[in-house]
């Protein structure tokens, strides 16, 4: 619940998610990869559900961002001397918004299946430039040998991947602070009301076209930033990250989680990534089933995500 | 200099002409009627106003400034405010955040990425003050969509007025209103401010002739007469075509 009638102070429930990550480092210093991984993916679906959950744009096509986000830190990576994580991180930040302001301006015209298409036209591309421009991006192989330098010259990326966990984390912090700004912010508001009733956002004066080529800019800054940090976590980056699989994967997880509601960015990717671990190690061949399996469940039984299922719990309160 | 005018405006969807040379002025403060039988063409007169649909050929002027071609968001920045004949409001908000999210448009408020909508004071208070106008200060914390029906017609009037139009367009605001709840939105019309040069698409004879000093009658997208509502009431012709079928 954001706009002019919200409390936007920070409630103490909206800290757990943190003292969770801090005690997550602590308790499972094996898993620290896993957790990167999520920590990546939570960030990745925040940037989703800025323009899908409040602005109601759908798309098949986010991983254009985070997968143009993670080349571009693989190629400075493998290819030049920029090694600096920040400066890749930079890098792949600026370049996402130029491809996110780019294309949104053409796709933002149409809307609903048409824009569907569109979004995964345009990841769907970047896929086949990476497959074929193998002198850049390694091809089907993938990018590997990416150098990523000491954080701030002092923070080695070690072999248990402590630093790499925090830097997500910090990475996250950051990225979940400025969301929670910007919804809360009277252009959130703004957001929404687009998503509710397009119509009458026209009728008030409100050049809609812009401004939602302004929060997908936005949106891709941030998807393009998870994919830099995933590249820089793994010093590898394959085509995986490009077309429909990563944004089909990044949906599912955002629907398992909760749309529009800040907090599903969190719990759906955590849910997602736990079952895809456990379950590959179970039934290497099958696992993709399971995922199925919780998604119907949810879609039939709770439409609003898992978050959807706490509110039933607390059906007095106003929604997380 | 006339608030709102238009010049031989026309529009044709191929053979059918639905709009044909209407030559229309609304003065400043003016309470003026556009009146006509089913398809006579009024709600493709309000929406080639409004910007929705191009003309075919023809001029409209606001305050002076040709407008026939600029967009919608820009005509309502320009002071041309409209209300709808079906609701269309933001359904799960409160009624609080639907003006809020005018006023804060019309302020240039509405690009804000940082500071809580919450604590834009300013806009809030000008939204209840808007509220408490219209008798709906109590509902400000309620859900749109669990307002009763006359009062979700007074708050989209609510929202045009966080506008500040010079011009208002009030297209059928008694429509699919309760009899007994019309007085309440015609007493509430008629409180609105002097200086809104207001023009009412309406149904409703009764709120017509009490509301409107000007009325414009459209039959099949040519202008029939215009006049005073004494005029009006007294030509033969008018009885003809639309007051007669309409207390018949």
């Known amino acids: 619940m954001s706009g002019y009638s919200a409390n936007p102070r920070i409630r103490w429930t909206e800290w757990l998610p943190w003292v969770a990550a801090g005690a997550f480092f602590f308790v499972l210093p094996e898993y620290l990869s896993l957790g990167a991984r999520i920590l990546i993916y939570i960030l990745f679906a925040l940037s989703l559900d800025l323009i899908l959950g409040y602005a109601g744009i759908i798309t098949l096509g986010h991983s254009a961002f985070f997968g143009l986000g993670a080349y571009t830190a693989g190629a400075l990576g493998a290819h030049t001397a920029v090694t600096d994580p920040l400066v890749q991180l930079a890098a792949a930040a600026t370049l996402s918004a130029l491809l996110g302001a780019a294309t949104g301006a053409v796709i933002l015209r149409t809307r609903a299946l048409t824009l569907l298409m569109l979004t995964l036209a345009i990841t769907a591309i970047l896929l086949e430039i990476a497959n074929k421009w193998t002198s850049m991006t390694g091809g089907a192989d993938g990018l590997s040998g990416v150098k990523v330098g000491e954080l701030l010259g002092w923070f080695r990326f070690d072999l248990y991947g402590k630093t790499a966990f925090l830097y997500c984390l910090v990475a996250l912090f950051v990225g979940w602070w400025v969301v929670r700004r910007i919804i809360y912010s009277p252009y959130g508001a703004m957001l929404t009301g687009i998503r509710e009733n397009t119509a009458r956002m026209h009728a008030i004066g409100a050049p809609v076209y812009w401004r939602l080529v302004m929060i997908y800019t936005i949106s891709a800054t941030m998807a393009g930033i998870a994919g830099a940090l995933l590249t820089q976590v793994n010093q590898f980056v394959g085509l995986n990250v490009l077309g429909l699989e990563p944004s089909g994967d990044v949906l599912v997880m955002l629907i398992l989680g909760g749309v529009g509601r800040l907090y599903g960015a969190f719990v759906g990717p955590v849910a997602y990534l736990i079952a895809q671990d456990y379950l590959a190690k179970q039934y290497p061949e099958y696992w993709y089933f399971g995922i199925g399996v919780l998604l119907i469940i949810v879609v039939l039984f709770a439409r609003g995500g898992i978050l959807g299922i706490l509110d039933v719990f607390t059906r007095n309160k106003k929604a997380v | ?248």
């Not at chain 2, 003065?27 to 063409?41: C, Y």
């Not at chain 2, 000008?126 to 859900?143: I, K, N, P, T, Y």
């Open chain 2, 1 to 248: 200099m006339y608030s709102l005018e238009t010049k031989k405006l026309c529009k044709s969807f191929g053979a059918l002409t639905v709009a044909d040379n209407i030559d229309f002025r609304l003065e400043p403060g003016a309470r003026h009627a556009l009146i006509g039988p089913n398809g006579a063409g009024k709600t493709t007169f309000v929406n080639m106003l409004m910007g929705a649909l191009a003309p075919s050929s023809g001029q409209i002027l606001l305050g002076g400034d040709e407008i026939t071609h600029t967009g919608q968001s820009s005509r309502v920045r320009r002071g041309l405010g409209r209300t709808f004949q079906i609701t269309t409001l933001f359904r799960s908000l409160p009624v609080l955040d639907n003006v809020a999210l005018a006023v804060a448009e019309r302020s240039g408020l509405a690009t804000r990425l940082w500071r809580p909508a919450s604590a834009h004071k300013e806009v809030i208070e000008e939204s209840q003050d808007l509220l408490a106008g219209l008798g709906l200060a109590d509902d400000a914390q309620a859900r749109v969509a669990d307002l009763p029906y006359g009062k979700q017609r007074l708050v989209e009037i609510a929202i045009a007025l966080g506008l500040r139009p010079k011009v208002l367009l009030l297209d059928e605001p008694a429509a699919g209103v309760p009899s007994h709840e019309t007085e309440k939105i015609l007493s509430n019309l008629e409180k609105l401010p002097p200086d809104i040069a207001i023009l009412i698409i309406e149904h409703d004879m009764d709120l017509v002739f009490r509301f409107a000093h000007r009325i414009t009658v459209l039959v099949q997208g040519v202008v029939l007469m215009e006049g005073t509502p004494e005029e009006i009431a007294r030509d033969k012709r008018v009885h003809d075509v639309y007051l007669g079928e309409a207390h018949a």
